[in-house]
């Protein structure tokens, strides 16, 4: 018998995160359905933030469990250091960022990430907060034993350094 989880805290693996919703697990057909990518910063990004079924809200183990049943990975705090060295513009239509190789390329979808501001899932409330004016994207790298790193950004700040608690629900960009 599979244990019921109430706190999100208690979350490590995508498979806690299924047994405590009941949601399924990823199976090989959904490795199918893959976004377009674009390049930037020496990667390939993919053009949409990391959903399954409703969710677009992960805690970071579960992030990076999910996204490895899917067949991709989430970048490194490395790697989000290099993208935030690239050229940058915050969108006040779209509620997000744009980043690319060259200034000139910023909001061309072709050359050109947009990484929306879609706010995080507190972990022990599950309320979402900032959704439009604050950003909070996953890496893979880990801080200590209970935390990760994540890029948080605004209209007026970007820091690819930034570190939390593994359990809040932040958005996921994939990288290939």
Known sequence: MTKKITDFTEIKTFEDAQAATGRRLPTE?????????????GLEW?????????????NQPE??????R?????????????LTDCPQ???DDRKGMWFADEECDLGDAE???FLPAAGHRHYS???TYYQGSHAYYWSS?????SHGYYLPFSSSYVDPSDYADYSYGFTVRCVR
């Open 89 to 91: 513009r915050w969108d």
């Open 125 to 127: 409330s599950g309320l």
């Open 63 to 68: 992030a990076i469990s999910l996204a490895a």
């Open 141 to 145: 790298s880990t801080y200590g034993t």
């Open 111 to 113: 050359k050109s990430l």
């Open 29 to 41: 057909e959904d490795k199918v359905v893959r976004p377009e990518t674009v390049r930037v910063a």
């Open 70 to 82: 899917l067949g991709r990975r989430l970048p490194t705090k490395k790697e989000f250091e290099q």
């Open 46 to 58: 993919d053009t949409e933030n990391l959903k399954f079924d409703d969710r677009e809200y992960f």
